[in-house]
């Protein structure tokens, strides 16, 4: 992976006898090249991969998985130990469940959750029923409220995001095919503009954090490049699956900066223009997070 | 003279305690990435200043500092360098500098200004998320940077 200069070198060998004591496996004690993600003993994952040219500073894509401790990647590379996939089944319930005015399930119109393979991969894109760039949460809601004649879920609520989850898992190992076209790209370059912001009173970028400093340790946790091919994340620390969204909203937040809000135009631009830093990497949410 | 001009100045508009005479963040005058006055009267303390680089809701130098003396604060960080002999390294204005605002000594570092009032990008309140109720006071007061150079001198190889 990318090395940088500086003194960095004298101050990781340091780390490694002062605080590596935890046990943690790391970028920095391996090569990532070499780690391989098979979810389930059968299906590979592509975790790096080269990046689509003009979109980032970046030289190799890596997927979060590799910057997690070997316990934390062991979850998510079996179904049965991965807590993510307990909401996929209630998203299952929810999928088959009929509610609203209309009464219909999402299986009404859509048949069985296989039918989503792709959607995943391809999102955000511009929606034609919705005439704008949309976000899969968007798309939910689109067909709750206006096919289902239901109500809307909140946008980070626990049953978008176990839905999104759902619909993650038909896509994944599909590579992610985020699409910049002239109907989005005043969106995409939005985003971009927001991920190389300095915001908050500590005046950090996502790229502060994300492209100049992944595969190093920020107190004690370690830098990914804030990927989100693996998302929704279950992280062990909350105990629940957490939206894109919410975790732009935490990022900004720890800025010290007056944060943007879930389903704004913001961060679905910011989300557009971060998917495709992405492209070419597999979706492989639900994803196990610390 | 400059500075006494300015505590004067504080002093009518009654916001100064007792205890010191302070330069104002954006009167805090950079030469050559060194910081020659020191931004208050008061002689940094060195153990204070170390509480400021340990400590999450101070300075949390360490989120991204190592710093071999300090092995009783857990999890130190990687993101700049060692401050392990920052003391022989820099003079003490250089350190003042860097502390105040490392923007001036290392320009687009991603190290933040702790001694500056703005402007910023959609400043918040503290960790809330939330806008701030006024003006925000500088990440760390005239004391503590002076506190926090008195404690990097002592890092010396």
Known sequence: MKKRVTLKGAAAAAMATAVFAAGTSVLAEQDPTVKEMVVNGEEVMTVVADPQPGVSELDKLYDGWLFRSEETQALQMDDFENPGMIFVEQAEEMWNTVEGSEGKSCASCHGDPSSMKGVRATYPKMSPSLGKLATIEMEVNNCRENRMGAEPWKYTGGKMTAMNALITLQSRGMPVDVKVDDAVRANWEHGKELYYARTGQLELSCANCHEQHYGERIRADMLSQGQINGFPAYRLKNGKLNSVHARFKGCVRDTRAETYKPGSQAFIDLELYVATRGNGLSVTGPSVRN | ?157
């Open chain 2, 1 to 157: 003279m400059k500075r006494a001009m300015l505590s004067m100045a504080i002093l009518v508009a009654g916001t100064v305690t007792a205890t010191a005479a302070e330069i104002a963040p954006n009167d805090v005058v950079f030469n050559d990435g060194a910081v020659e006055t020191p931004l208050t009267d008061k002689p940094g303390d060195p153990a204070a200043g170390r509480k400021v680089v340990g400590t999450k809701s101070l300075g949390n130098c360490v989120a991204c500092h190592q710093v071999s003396e300090m092995s009783d604060v857990p999890f130190h960080g990687e993101i700049g360098p060692s401050l392990d002999g920052a003391g022989d390294r820099y003079t003490e204005a250089e350190l003042r500098a860097i502390i105040a605002d490392a923007k001036k000594v290392f320009p687009d570092t991603v190290m933040p200004s702790f001694y500056k009032t703005g402007p910023y990008i959609r400043p918040g309140k503290a960790f809330t998320g939330k806008a701030p109720d006024g003006p925000l006071p500088p990440l760390l007061s005239a004391q503590q940077i002076e506190d926090v150079v008195a404690y990097l001198k002592t890092l010396k190889e």
